[in-house]
Nanobody
């Protein structure tokens, strides 16, 4: 049984940093593409960052230069380091694990950027 669990969300002031973690189990983690998505109230879910099984990364334009995705296959964990956070980064952040277009989602973790 595949499980994907996010952690690390919270309340942070503008300009601050947070690191999200996503740990997966019940799967061959190193073979999966891993991604972070986010969904703000009243908006569609959008891709934030993705990392392939080989370590290639891509980012939404809105987070380039501020966010960094990485993975530790030994720990079955993917991270999202978020720096220079802005109020518009406020959203529920979801981890996605994808292998040959079969995907699994976590329950989400809330990130709120506010003074």
């Amino acid at each position: 049984q595949v499980q994907v669990v996010e952690s690390g969300g919270g309340l942070v002031q503008p300009g601050g940093s947070l690191r999200l973690s996503c740990t997966a189990s019940g799967m061959a983690f190193s073979s999966y593409f891993m991604a972070w998505y986010r969904q703000a109230p009243g908006k569609q879910r959008e891709l934030v960052a993705r990392i392939t099984s080989g370590g290639t990364t891509n980012y939404a334009e809105s987070v380039k230069g501020r966010f960094a995705i990485s993975r530790d296959n030994a720990k079955n964990t993917v991270y999202l380091q978020m720096n220079s956070l802005k109020p518009e980064d406020t959203a529920a952040y979801y981890c996605n694990a994808d292998f040959k277009r079969v995907g699994y989602w976590g329950q989400g973790t809330q990130v709120t950027v506010s003074s």
